[in-house]
Every structure is written in structure tokens, then in C-alpha cells.
């Protein structure tokens, strides 16, 4: 191989590298809090984290269910428009898209479908899941606050 593109070979694998690891945390778990624009606790996650490609595919797919006070947290390296699918679920879920400023900026509740399936699209940088009816159980809306706390130990704020 010619060293052109040796070179070239190795610019694509570092940047093949960065994407498939971007958003990671290197947590398994996480705390989400919700607050209200007053600072109040309006609800609080106990959720799995989904920071690589492969495991914001599976998602919850696959899943039987859901406890209540539970979820999982898909974490992205930047906001932008995210579009989720109901792909092998066999429960309904809340499907809350949370801005790069920690901001909720969509809700969507999601019933469980066969293909073709429906695009539940918002603009996000951390995506939360949590069983159906449990935002609207917690009086949860779009510019409510989300903050995250990774692992057992101290906390990120999102």
C-alpha cells in the first residue's frame, strides 16, 4: 500500500471510532430527575444506559416490561433530530426527547405496533424511556428539566 493511503485508512478508523463511541459514559446506570421550572421534583428514573450504537439500537426491544420508576436513558455526543420506532416491543412507552440545554423538548406516548412502524421524532440529545402514562402520571411537559446522575457516584447534569 502506498503511504497516502495507509494515512488515509487510519484518518478513517479514528473517525469510524469516534462516532461509535460518541455520548459514551461508561456507565451502566443512571438517575434521571425531573424538575419543574420552579426547581420542584416532578418524577425520578431509575434507568439503564444506552451510550453505544449497538445498545441505542436494541433499546428496550425485546423487553417483557417495564416497573413503574424505571427506564433506560439513550445518550447521544450532540443534539439534533432523533426518530425512535416501537421495533419488538411488548408494552407502550413515553418516549421523552431532552435538548442539549436539559430542557424537554417532545413527549411522545407510544403504543405498541407490527411494521410498518411509526417515527416518534424530536429534536434531542438524551432520549429517556419510561413506561406509558407515567409522564402525564407526574405532571411532565415539554420544558420541564431533566438532569442525569450517571452510576452510583456523583452526577452529570444534562
Do not use: C
Not at 441505542?56 to 447521544?76: D, K
Not at 417532545?106 to 432520549?127: C, D, F, L, N, S
Amino acid at each position: 500500500m502506498t503511504t497516502a493511503l495507509v494515512v488515509l485508512l487510519g484518518v478513517v478508523l479514528v473517525a469510524v471510532g469516534a462516532w461509535a463511541f460518541a455520548g459514551s459514559t461508561g456507565h451502566d446506570d443512571a438517575t434521571v430527575t425531573i424538575t419543574d421550572e420552579n426547581g420542584s421534583t416532578l418524577g425520578v428514573v431509575q434507568a439503564s444506559v444506552a451510550d453505544s450504537e449497538a445498545e441505542r439500537y436494541r433499546g428496550l426491544s425485546g423487553t417483557t416490561s417495564l416497573a413503574n420508576g424505571s427506564g433506560m436513558v439513550f445518550v447521544y455526543g450532540a443534539e439534533r433530530t432523533r426518530a425512535y420506532v416501537m421495533r419488538d416491543m411488548a408494552y407502550p412507552l413515553d418516549i421523552v426527547f431532552v435538548g442539549a440545554d436539559g430542557r424537554i423538548t417532545e413527549i411522545h406516548h407510544a403504543e405498541t405496533e407490527e411494521p410498518p412502524y411509526r417515527r416518534y421524532t424530536g429534536r434531542a440529545k438524551w432520549v429517556v424511556e419510561v413506561p406509558e402514562g407515567w409522564t402525564t402520571r407526574h405532571g411532565i411537559a415539554a420544558g420541564d428539566r431533566v438532569t442525569i446522575a450517571y452510576g452510583s457516584g456523583g452526577g452529570v447534569g444534562s
